[in-house]
C-alpha cells in the first residue's frame, strides 16, 4: 500500500550490551523511609531483585521474536512517522477497529487482545463478531517516533488516525481504548461521529465541563468517587511534573534504565489490580520489556509530551453529548479514576455500562478475556 512499509522490530546488539552495561554500573539510592509497601515509591529490594533478573534472565530477543509475529507497519503522516499493527479479521465482514495504548503502556500491552478480536474463532468466539485490528504506537511512543516540536496529544493523534485509516482503506470504523488512548477514542467520537461506528472506553475523562458532581454517584458508586479523589491526592506527582518539567525528568530517565524501570514500573503496581501482588499481573519480564521499549527508542520524553502538550480545550466544542458516537464503557474497580454512570449518560451517547470486580488501569494486559468480551458485545448491534 501507498506510503506504507512492512515493518519489523531489530534492536542491535550493541544497544542491548549499553544497557547491561549501565543496569551493572547503577548507582543504588538509599531508602531512608519505611517502604515496605512503597508508600514512598518504588520498594529498593524489589528494584534490586528486578535488575538481578534483567542482568541474569531476561532476554530481549524472545520478545523481539514474538513482536514479529505480528503484521507491524510505519508510514509518515503530516511530518509524524507512525508504527502500527495491522491484523486482518477472520470472519465473513471485519469490522475496522483501531485500539489505543495510554502512558506508560507500549502497543506491546495489547497484544493479548489482538488476535482474539481478529479471529474469534480460534479463541472460541464466533467468527462474526471478527474486526481488522489497527493498533497504533502513540506518536512519541516507541516506533512512532522522533517527532519534532509540534504538538503531540490525544487530539493529535485523533486527527492522525482518521488519515491513517483513510490510507488503509477504511472509511468508517470503530475505537477502543483506556488512559490517553481513552481519551483519543473519545476526541474520535466528539469531532468525528460521522467516521466512528462506536467508541468502546476502560477509562471515563473528561474533555470538558459538565463534570461529575457529588449528586452524580449513587450510594453503590461512592467508592468510585473516594478512590478518585485518593488517586488525585496522592497518586498524580508524575502528572504536575510531565505537564510542566517533563525534560528535567527527562536527563535521569534516558540516562539510567534502573531509574526509567522505577518510574515505569511503580505505576504499573499502583495502577494496576495488583492486591495479589504486583507479579500476580505482571511478570518480570512484562515489566522490563515495557521499559526496554521506551529505553531502545529512546522515548521517555516524546511520551511525557503528551501531558505538556495536552491541556488545551479549544478542540471541544460546545455540545450535549460530548461523544456524540455510539459509546460502550467498561470500567475496572482496580482502576485509578471511576466515573458514575448519570454523568456518563450526559457526556456519551451511552449504549453500554458495565463495571468489572476485577482488574485494574492496563485492563489489555489484565483482563482481556473480559475487554474482548465487552467489545464483541458492544458493537454486535453496530455491525452493518
Known sequence: ??????????????????????????????????????????????????????????????????????????????????????????????????????????????????????????????????????????????????????????????????????????????????DIGAMVSTQLGHKYPDRIIGAHLHLLLPMKP??????????QEAEFGARTQGFMQNGSGYMHIQRTRPQTIAYAMHDSPAGLAAWLVEKRRAWGDTRDGLESVFSKDDLITTVMLYWLTETYVSSAKHYYDGGKADHVHDRLPVVEAPTGVLQFKGDVILQPRKWAERYYNLKRWNVAERGGHFAPAEKPDLLVHDLREFFRPLRG
Open 1 to 178: 500500500m501507498e506510503d506504507v512499509a512492512p515493518f519489523r522490530v531489530e534492536i542491535p546488539e550493541a544497544d542491548l550490551q549499553e544497557v547491561r552495561e549501565r543496569l551493572a554500573r547503577t548507582r543504588w539510592p538509599r531508602e531512608p523511609f519505611v517502604n515496605d509497601d512503597w508508600q514512598a515509591g518504588a520498594n529498593l529490594a524489589y528494584m534490586r531483585e528486578l535488575v538481578a533478573w534483567w542482568l541474569k534472565d531476561y532476554d530481549w530477543r524472545s520478545h523481539e521474536r514474538e513482536m514479529n509475529t505480528f503484521s507491524q507497519f510505519r508510514t509518515e503522516i503530516d511530518g509524524y512517522p507512525i508504527h502500527f499493527i495491522h491484523e486482518r479479521g477472520k470472519g465473513p465482514n471485519p469490522m475496522p477497529l483501531v485500539i489505543n495504548h495510554g502512558w506508560p503502556w507500549t502497543f506491546w500491552d495489547m497484544r493479548r487482545i489482538i488476535r482474539p478480536l481478529a479471529d474469534p474463532a480460534s479463541y472460541g468466539g464466533d467468527p462474526a463478531d471478527a474486526f481488522d485490528v489497527v493498533a497504533p504506537s502513540l506518536p512519541g511512543f516507541t516506533f512512532s517516533s522522533p517527532v519534532g516540536t509540534a504538538p503531540a496529544n490525544f487530539y493529535t493523534a485523533a486527527d492522525l488516525w482518521v488519515k491513517l485509516m483513510d490510507r488503509l482503506g477504511y472509511g468508517r470504523f470503530g475505537t477502543q481504548g483506556g
Open 210 to 219: 459538565p463534570y461529575p458532581e457529588p449528586a452524580d454517584f449513587t450510594p
